[in-house]
């Protein structure tokens, strides 16, 4: 595992951490005392090395390999303990994440680089740190770690909000009738309505209103909550697709209403500038932007200052020959939608698939716009189930894509650069693109290893269906894929058991100084370079004669009692949300799954720690062991990922175990819980939010930390 060391020799030309920051290191590295140096050179293998040697080497691991490294031996424990080795690690490995933003302000890199770690690790492993039932609803939406939630008892409805990322302990309440009638005063005529809620960032959410007296009027509503403050309202010509997205200065939604020439439709965007509180004069219209569902076939991202607009498709009609497919990606700067603004990313970068690589299964596919953790840069991010060429099963597949613009907006997005020698390489072909209606050489495109992560194929068990998947997320930074299945017994009605299961992947210490051989097939490439897919279920699988009350506990905030409705889930990088069921007032129940550890809920227990239960799923159809299913091998194990609970559980594969003896981790003990103020309303204007303390904190026993 930490062989890749020896990648390349460690000459003082050779790039490293230390190059971050030269001057932290070199004083470091004098300021270790005597009697630590009499200490290394007791001691054998790595704890000898000097400290520059230690950071070069360093340079080649990833964050979570320097983790377990500092796991090895307490004379590593400097790795993840000394701030100023830590902020080095963080600048150059994970600049661009929410606890390196925390860092900056606190100045705590150590405990920023363990979080870090620790996140990556309990995702690929599908061992969480939380998990709870956070409140009741009859809709909700989760973004960017808000939960936004809607709970009616008519003729009252309340939207609340909570902030689960800061772990808030109160949560802002608004009187929706209050809010209606203060932003559209002649809709209290009308008795019914409809209210949801499409967006919230930068303390600033967004609904859709929509009410008859006689005719339906849709209206966009745009308020600042813990202000009081409504910041715009617009009547809607369509609300067909709509959707919403900001930061703090600008607003745009989008709809997929206007019709083209061609006879289907097209997107169209209309921008606000919240600072200035002005419309823009002039809408974007993306005639070029094939696709309308959000999610699968489109995506639109707010990324820093630009406004990311991305297409899996090129064209409205089918092709029967043999076409090339191509991503569709563009963007233009906020304070100006301007299309002569408008960068749209070459050809030649955008390259999808070949049509001769097999058909897809569009119900399992999702496309999403991630920024690398690590580099800072925008990666298409897609997942296809298909049936590849020459093999009778299909497979779930995850491909990355970097978003390239030129710097020079001028420059025809057709017009493509020779490569630099010549050649074909990754993502690139040697010749320009021909139509997409005519046949083209499938063997001139070549996709990297680095981003293509297969997934379950038709030879891994148990499979899952569509049905009986109910979230499906992949995140690059963990080179992991998560999913929220149904892992109840086939043939069984009325019953549920929700288990969250990932696959990680972890590369290889075999390394080719010359590269991967010339020759082989993609997939032998990847074969050569990685190792085959961990996969991990959570909670455990239960003894049948020996069961767990506390693994029935968590089983049971997994599946509430009498909740067998519909699953709708989301997630981020280090949480997820799914709603389940409904009760005899409609409620769904909202569970709460986190794999932060400095993730906290107020009043939460603490009574043994739950990791994920690995069992071996040979992508050649080996057999494998996953507790009720039948095998021919047991190969199930436990997860590890604390050197207390190692050192505990090691020989012992238990999957829970007491933690009274632990202590909690300081970032969480320490740490006072966030609770948010209310603006009184301007002057005039009556009073629409208002703060309580979270829903959560009134279910006592529904929420749980593994926390050690």
Known sequence: MYAMYNQRPLTPSTPSLATHCPNDFNTLSRSVSRSQLTTFRKTSGLQRLPYEIMAYIVNYLDVDEIFDLSLCSRDFQYLVREERFCKAVITAKASYTVEAQEAQQSGHFSRALRRVAKRRQALSQASPYVIGIVGLADSYEY?????????????????????????????????????????????????????????????????????????????????????????????????????????????YFGTHSEEGADGFRNWVLTGFSISDRSWFPRKMHLADVVGYDVGSTVCFEIIDNHFYGLSNQTDFEIRETDWVSYYHCFRFPLR?????????????????????????????????????????????????????????????????????????????????????????IYGRSSRPIAHLDKPTNRLERFRSPNNVHPGDDSSITPMFTRSQTHL????????????????????TTGSRRLRLRTGHRKSKAILF???????????????????????YFWPPEQDPLNSNPFLNKIYEILNPPGYLGSVTASSDERSLVYATGEDTNGLKVLVYVSFDPAARLAGMLRE????????????????????????????????????????????????????????????????PLVHTAILPPPEGCNPWAWVEKAMHRDLAGKNYTFAH
Request: glycine share 6%.
């Open 143 to 251: 973004i960017h770690g808000i939960l936004c939630y809607i709970v009616e008892a008519r003729p009252k409805r309340w939207l609340r909000i909570l902030n689960l990322h800061a772990s808030a302990s109160h949560e802002v309440v608004i009187d929706i009738p209050s809010l209606i009638r203060e932003a559209v005063p002649r809709s209290a005529k009308s008795r019914k309505y409809k209210f949801r809620v499409l967006y919230h960032a930068s303390g600033i959410t967004s609904c859709l209103f929509s009410f008859a007296l006689p005719n339906t009027e849709n209206w966009l509503l745009i308020f600042k909550a813990d202000e009081q403050d409504i910041v715009a309202k617009i009547r809607l010509e369509s609300t067909a697709k709509i959707f919403v997205r900001n930061n703090k200065e600008f607003l």
């Open 336 to 424: 100006d939608p301007d299309p002569k603004n408008k960068q749209i990313m070459k050809r030649d970068d955008s390259w999808r698939r070949q049509h001769a690589e097999g058909p897809i299964d569009d119900r399992w596919g999702f496309l999403k716009l991630e920024k690398d953790e690590a580099s800072g840069a925008i990666n298409i991010i897609e997942s296809r189930k298909e049936w590849l060429a020459g093999k009778s099963g299909s497979r779930r597949t995850y491909y990355t894509t970097e978003v390239l613009f030129d710097e020079d907006p001028e420059v025809d997005g057709d017009n493509e650069p020779p490569t630099a020698d010549g050649g074909p």
């Open 472 to 491: 499906r997320s992949y995140q690059r930074c963990s080179s992991t894929y998560l999913d929220l299945v149904d892992d109840s017994s086939s043939g």
């Open 513 to 535: 100084p010359g590269g991967v051989p010339p020759g082989l097939e993609p997939d032998e490439q990847i074969k050569q370079l990685y190792r085959p897919n961990e996969i």
């Open 608 to 671: 043994e720690y739950v990791l994920g239960e690995q069992t071996t799923s040979s992508m050649r159809g080996e057999t494998i062991d996953i507790g009720g299913y039948n095998s021919k091998v047991d190969t199930t194990r436990t997860s590890l990922r604390s050197e207390d609970v190692t050192s505990e559980a090691k020989g012992k594969d238990n999957a829970t175990g007491e933690l009274s003896r632990h202590t909690l981790p300081s970032y969480i003990s320490d740490s």
